[in-house]
């Protein structure tokens, strides 16, 4: 554990910290794709831990409005739909790798019918969630009420960005190590 991840285990924001801008801001919306939303969060840098990182992270998203909410939404690809993921969502949804046809079309047809009810893509945080789970989880959220609803998504992506921002940090940190160790080397 290096000294700046401290008592959660994250990797510190020292790396994030020192990006400019545009980087941070990229990298931001990697983890979470409300622009409102990563631009609030790339101008309260320093940080200098991860605590204080995530709950500004935390304090901005839940200071957002629906239509930033949405937006991060959209950039979801639908649970199942491993074709339109990118190599972090399908680590993400690793749970639906290699189920059967049926479950996939149960899947499918959940995610239409979820859509349709409630305007935007079913958001579940599906780390460690197998397909059978996911479904359930699915099926119990297409009983719920349109208004509260966009806040349980809301939560979930709360909780889909914190889990993206701690990845970020360790990547961001095994790079600077890299970059630090070719130096020396060089």
């Known amino acids: ?3 700046e991840q401290g008592a959660s285990g994250a990797a510190g924001p020292a790396s994030l910290d020192r990006l400019d801008a545009d980087r941070a801001m990229t990298e ?5 794709a409300s622009s409102r939303w990563a631009a609030r969060v790339a101008a309260g840098r320093p940080y200098g831990t991860a605590p204080a990182l995530f709950d500004a992270a935390e304090r901005a998203w839940w200071s957002l409005d629906a239509a930033d ?3 991060a ?3 979801h690809p639908r649970i199942g739909e491993r074709e339109r993921a990118d190599p972090g969502t399908r680590e993400e949804q690793a749970g639906v790798a290699g189920v059967s046809p049926v479950t996939l079309a149960a899947l499918a047809e959940g995610n239409r019918r979820y859509e349709e009810r409630f ?3 079913f958001l579940v945080c599906a780390s460690g969630m197998d ?8 099926e119990r959220r297409l009983e719920g009420e349109p208004g509260s609803e966009l806040r349980v998504a809301a939560a979930e992506q709360a909780k889909i960005t914190r889990l993206r921002l701690a990845g970020l940090l360790e990547r961001l940190e095994r790079a600077e190590r890299a970059r630090q160790a070719g130096t020396e080397d060089g």
Request: glycine share 8%; with cysteine.
């Open 1 to 3: 554990m290096s000294a």
């Open 28 to 32: 931001l919306l990697r983890c979470c």
């Open 69 to 71: 909410w949405l937006q």
């Open 73 to 75: 939404f959209a950039a």
């Open 119 to 121: 305007g935007h893509v």
């Open 131 to 138: 397909a059978g789970r996911l479904l359930a989880e699915l």
